[in-house]
C-alpha cells in the first residue's frame, strides 16, 4: 500500500518559515520524481517545486529563491524548505510522486501565512 504522509504545516507570520516534509512508503522511493503542489481557496492545484530521481529541481517563479525542496532516498522523505513566506503562499500543500504513468498524491497539510 502506497503512502505519502506530509507533516510540518501550520501558522506562521509573513516573513517568517516554515519547513513540510513527506515520508514516503510502498513504493520504491529512488525511482520517483517528488513534487509539492498547493491549491489556495477557490484556486485550482499549482506545481510549487519538484526535484526527479537525479536531483535536478524546479521551481514555480512565485516561490523561485525563497523556497528550496530537498529528498533523503535513504529516508524515502521529502522536504520543503519556505522562506520569507507571504500571505498569498497560503494554501494546502501536498506531496506528490511519480514514475512512468504512475502518480500518487499526500493528504495534504496546511500552510497558513498571516499578514
Known amino acids: 500500500q502506497v503512502q505519502l504522509v506530509e507533516s510540518g504545516g501550520g501558522l506562521v507570520q509573513a516573513g517568517g518559515s516554515l519547513r513540510v516534509s513527506c515520508a514516503a512508503s510502498g513504493i520504491i522511493f529512488s525511482i520517483y520524481t517528488m513534487a509539492w503542489y498547493r491549491q489556495a481557496p477557490g484556486k485550482q492545484r499549482e506545481l510549487v517545486a519538484a526535484i526527479t530521481s537525479g536531483g535536478n529541481t524546479n521551481y514555480a517563479d512565485s516561490v523561485k529563491d525563497r523556497f528550496t525542496i530537498s529528498r533523503d532516498n535513504a529516508k524515502k522523505t521529502v522536504a520543503l524548505q519556505m522562506n520569507s513566506l507571504k500571505p498569498e503562499d497560503t494554501a494546502v500543500y501536498y506531496c506528490?510522486?511519480?514514475?512512468?504513468?504512475?502518480?500518487?498524491w499526500g493528504q495534504g497539510t496546511q500552510v497558513t501565512v498571516s499578514s
Open positions: 506528490h510522486a511519480s514514475w512512468n504513468t504512475l502518480i500518487y
